[in-house]
């Protein structure tokens, strides 16, 4: 299974940003897709997770803000960012989690001015 995310960029506090991941591959073993994101000098953490039967998980801080959906069909992945906040600042990473792995595509920069 391999990754690509896109979407990233430099948009103002209060805008909006929807990052997409493309996997491909044999991406039929695929259970949960997430998005996680690394602040400078912050360990990774999770954003997001989706299941196969689309059940979801946020973290706290982007609750009410983020949406995470995925498109089985198309095997992607996609998060909705909206009242974007400086401290969403980071890079952020879309992850999937097959049997005994996780597989990770590279990181999008998004860049919230104040």
């Known amino acids: 299974v391999q990754l690509q995310a896109s979407g990233g960029g430099l948009v103002q506090a209060g805008g909006s940003l929807r990052l997409s991941c493309a996997a491909s591959?044999?991406?039929?073993?695929?259970?949960?897709f997430g998005w996680f994101r690394q602040a400078p000098g912050e360990q990774r953490e999770l954003v997001a997770t989706?299941?196969?039967?689309?059940?979801?998980n946020y973290t706290d801080s982007v609750k009410g803000r983020f949406t995470i959906s995925r498109d089985n069909a198309k095997n992607a992945v996609y998060l909705q960012m909206n009242s974007l906040k400086p401290e969403d600042t980071a890079v952020y990473y879309c992850?999937?989690?097959?049997?005994?792995?996780?597989?990770w595509g590279q990181g999008t920069q998004v860049t919230v001015s104040s």
């Open positions: 989706v299941s196969r039967g689309g059940n979801t």
């Open positions: 591959g044999s991406t039929f073993i695929i259970n949960v």
């Open positions: 992850n999937a989690r097959v049997p005994f792995r996780d597989v």
